[in-house]
């Protein structure tokens, strides 16, 4: 069960309890009212004195008895059931409010669910996050981080916010964006009880319940908390948003609205991490976004030293057989995994090849742009002049299409990358070209200058596979190259 539904489940628990309790305070003022009657009144009471006659009180009638005692009861349970547990919730809107300024002060620390095999810290960009997560007093900047899929952007973030530790709130948005309100509320360890007062109660109870989404109302404690951070530390906290690409756009404005306001009142500092897509664009037409850092930070893929001393050193691969990897996907850390895992396995390079030729040509695809699709025409048009230029200005990219929506489109399905830092597009990785140059006859596409008019100097797809054979050598399986767990099936077949 997840957590967020954990938090549910207790709530529907302690709101039925709540409610059990009313009830049975209710049921006892109503049954000791009624006893302290029968006690009383069920006789007629009788004074003695040795100077007077006795004098003799009769009891007054029943039915008159019963209903004011009755009217009684019910005016006392109608308050108690209002009025009962308002004491226990303002001890516990203290208690909330202790925690919550706890977890915000000593930072939020989120997990790091990766193995030390398969982890490379990147140290020059941990330590550029590192200083982003310590502002100075005066701060009044938030922050916007981009990658494209698969670079190792929220492994590095996770580790730079842990290590730092104090100060510093992770919130990873979840793959349900209904779910968003609950996951802010678990990272800063709040729990939705803040409004405890004799109105607010009184409305809860009659049926009236808050409008404001629980994000908002998350949003609106941890400002709370933010602001006690800076009078006792006198320097903003920082508060980061992973995967904001999941958000809806206007979500995304009320945050960025919420970040400019708050790093003008220096309260906290906002650092907002998303993919390559759209949304770094959708950011960026929002007013709020003058108050964001000049130029986006960017993570990209390894360096080809990176990957081969990741192939080499983390995943004890022979040098020879990691250059060959490298040329097929690039220093795509998640690519990288995937070939060194298929490599380790015994998998031979020719089916590695394929199966990374197989994932490409599901992502065209999917993006449209596959022969006889939607925009397979003006994809060979990009592709021929990323092939010639490496970089594509995004305002000739969006030259090619219609329409803003639909250049967005194709951005969103992973064959292309936005990088906001240059304003530019490019292949989204190098797998994504390799399928491009490997498959260019079947694809449509000329390989030469989109410019030129000489078309014997195009290359073909039998030339290509050549120039493929001389740059990614067959790489011989040798037993050393294998991790040992794998030799005996590698014997075997």
Same mark, same amino acid.
């Given at each position: ?74 005016? $006392? ?51 550029? $996050? ?7 007093? !005066? ?30 709130? /992770? ?23 803040? !409004? ?36 006792? /530390? ?26 400019? !306001? ?131 200005? /995004? ?53 030469? !200058? ?44």
């Amino acid at each position: 069960m997840s957590p967020s539904r954990i938090i549910q489940v207790s709530q529907f628990v302690r709101r039925r309890v709540q409610c059990k309790k009313n009830i049975f305070i209710f049921i006892f003022i109503f049954l000791t009212l009624h006893i302290f009657y029968f006690y009383f009144f069920s006789e007629p009471i009788t004074i003695s004195s040795s100077f007077y006659a006795p004098i003799e009180f009769a009891s007054p009638p029943y039915y008159i008895a019963a209903f004011g005692l009755g009217v009684i009861s019910i005016l $006392l349970g109608i308050l108690g059931y209002f009025c009962t547990g308002v004491l226990y919730l303002a001890c516990r809107k203290r208690r909330n409010d202790s925690r919550l300024i706890k977890t915000v002060e000593e930072g939020t620390r989120p997990e790091i669910n990766i193995s030390d095999v398969e982890l490379f810290p990147r140290p020059i960009i941990v330590n550029h $996050l590192k200083t982003i997560f310590q502002p100075a007093k !005066d701060q009044s900047r938030y922050y916007t981080v981009c990658g494209g899929h698969g670079t190792g952007k929220t492994t590095l973030i996770r580790l730079a916010s842990r290590e730092v530790g104090r100060g510093v709130v /992770y919130v990873d948005v979840p793959p349900f964006v209904n779910d968003f309100g609950e996951a802010f509320g678990e990272a800063i360890n709040f729990a939705f009880e803040e !409004d405890i007062s004799f109105n607010n109660q009184l409305r809860r109870k009659l049926g009236s319940t808050d409008n404001n989404p629980k994000w908002v109302r998350a949003l609106k404690a941890f400002q709370h908390a933010a602001k006690a951070y800076k009078v006792k /530390y006198d320097r903003p906290m920082v508060i980061v948003y992973d995967n904001v690409s999941r958000l809806d756009p206007e979500v995304i404005r009320i945050l960025q609205n919420s970040a400019k !306001d708050n790093a003008d009142s220096q309260t906290y500092i906002a650092v907002f991490v998303s993919s390559e897509g759209s949304v770094p664009k959708i950011m960026e037409k929002n007013s709020s976004y003058s108050r964001a850092s000049n130029r986006p930070i960017e993570i990209g893929d390894l360096t080809k030293e990176e990957s081969i001393e990741y192939l080499v050193d983390k995943r004890k691969i022979k040098e020879e057989a990691a250059n060959s990897l490298y040329e097929l996907v690039g220093g795509r850390i998640v690519d990288l995994k995937f070939v060194a895992d298929d490599f380790l396995s015994g998998q031979a390079f020719k089916g590695i090849k394929q199966a990374i030729l197989s994932i490409t040509e599901k992502k065209l695809k999917s993006a449209q742009i596959y022969p006889k699709q939607k925009y397979h025409k003006v994809a060979c048009q990009i592709i021929n002049s990323l092939l010639t230029i490496k970089e594509l200005e /995004y305002r000739k990219y969006l030259q090619f299409f219609d329409n803003v929506e639909e250049a967005d489109e194709v951005l969103e399905k992973n064959v292309f990358a936005y990088h906001p830092g240059k304003n530019v597009v490019t292949f989204q990785s190098q797998s994504v070209e390799l399928y491009i140059r490997t498959e260019a006859d079947d694809f449509g596409v000329k390989l030469i !200058d989109l410019n030129s008019a000489d078309e014997d100097n195009a290359t073909t797809s039998n030339q290509m596979d050549t120039i493929i054979q001389e740059e990614y050598p067959p790489i011989t399986e040798e037993p050393s190259h294998q991790h040992p767990s794998n030799l005996n099936s590698s014997r075997e077949n």
